[in-house]
Structure formats: structure tokens, C-alpha cells
């Protein structure tokens, strides 16, 4: 049986009632959210380009991405899974170094 004072809203993975009072960042939470919110903008970007071709930003994405080229089914997927890509990095380094630095400094 799960200990319940180390589960649930507002707890990191491993983290115990002891050190509860430390903020923390549920990184794979925070991954999967941040990483689905890019993923849903680089859509509505593509569907925005296409829709106002005059106010395109496409050529933004061909920087950011590599192997994007504007638009094929492939380059759509693969601009897709680097947007989700993107979400996971900047949550592993953030949530991460956001988790050390509260530990650290709230003893």
C-alpha cells in the first residue's frame, strides 16, 4: 500500500511529509504539460499560416526546428514531436534546478 504521505496533488516524486514544506515541481507533470502546451501552439501556428499566409511565421519554425521544411505530412510530425521535445527539455532543466535550489536553501 502506497504511504499517502508521500502521493498526491503538491508532491514530488519522493518526496515525504518531512520535506512538504519545501516547493517543489512535479517534473513529469510539469514535463507532459509544458511539452503538450508547445505541441498544441506549433498546431495552431501551422493552421494560422496556412489560414493568413500574409502573417505567416513558418519561417521562425524552420530556424527552431531542424529538418522542418514548410509542409509536408513528415516535416509536420517531426516539427510536432521537436515542439514536444523543446516542452521536456526546459521542464527537465527548470524543474530540476528549481527542485535543487528549494531543497538547498530551505534548510
Given amino acids: 500500500m ?4 508521500s502521493s498526491g ?25 509544458l511539452g503538450l502546451f508547445l505541441a498544441i501552439t506549433f498546431v495552431l501556428c501551422v493552421g ?16 527552431l526546428l531542424p529538418g522542418f521544411t514548410w509542409l509536408s505530412i513528415p516535416s509536420f510530425l517531426l516539427g510536432l514531436v521537436g515542439a514536444f521535445a523543446y516542452g521536456w527539455y526546459v521542464a527537465l532543466i527548470f524543474g530540476l534546478l528549481f527542485n535543487y535550489f528549494a531543497a538547498r536553501w530551505s534548510r
Wanted: proline share 9%; charged share 20%.
Fill in 48 to 63: 494560422f499560416d496556412l489560414i493568413f499566409p500574409g502573417m505567416a511565421m513558418y519561417e521562425t519554425w524552420l530556424k
Fill in 2 to 5: 502506497a504511504d499517502s504521505r
Fill in 9 to 33: 496533488p503538491g508532491y514530488a516524486i519522493g518526496v515525504t511529509r518531512q520535506g512538504a514544506d519545501i516547493p517543489r515541481i512535479p517534473v513529469l507533470a510539469f514535463g507532459m504539460s
